[in-house]
Nanobody, 128 residues
Framework: QVQLVESGGGLVQAGGSLRLSCAAS????????MGWFRQGPGKEREFVAV????????HYAGSVKGRFTISRDKAKTTVYLQMNSLKPEDTAVYYC?????????????????????WGKGTLVTVSS
């Protein structure tokens, strides 16, 4: 059973940076795409970024492109989300997700309906 555990959330001032981590276990990962989604207060969950595990292809939501960077460490089976120039509207619970066949697509799929596994989330709060 695939398990995803997020960490790295917290409180940061606007303009600051945070790095989220998603430790993955229990899967083979070679065909996976790993994504980050977020749900802000009173909002629906939305796509943030995704990366293909083997090929490293990435795709970002327009609202974070140029500020956030997704990466993965194959040896540690960990996915990261480096978040820079944070804004109050980035405040949300951030979820890690796995699409077990996502690496076959270019760019990797960003629709949450294709995500097969989810973490429990980590809270990011950006103060103004």
């Amino acid at each position: 059973q695939v398990q995803l555990v997020e960490s790295g959330g917290g409180l940061v001032q606007a303009g600051g940076s945070l790095r989220l981590s998603c430790a993955a276990s229990g899967g083979t990962f070679s065909s996976y795409a790993m994504g980050w989604f977020r749900q802000g207060p009173g909002k629906e969950r939305e796509f943030v970024a995704v990366i293909g595990w083997s090929g490293g292809n990435t795709h970002y939501a327009g609202s974070v492109k140029g500020r956030f960077t997704i990466s993965r460490d194959k040896a540690k089976t960990t996915v990261y989300l480096q978040m820079n120039s944070l804004k109050p509207e980035d405040t949300a619970v951030y979820y890690c997700a796995a699409d077990t066949t996502g690496d076959y697509y270019y760019p990797p799929r960003s629709d949450e309906r294709y995500m097969d596994y989810w973490g429990k989330g980590t809270l990011v709060t950006v103060s103004s």
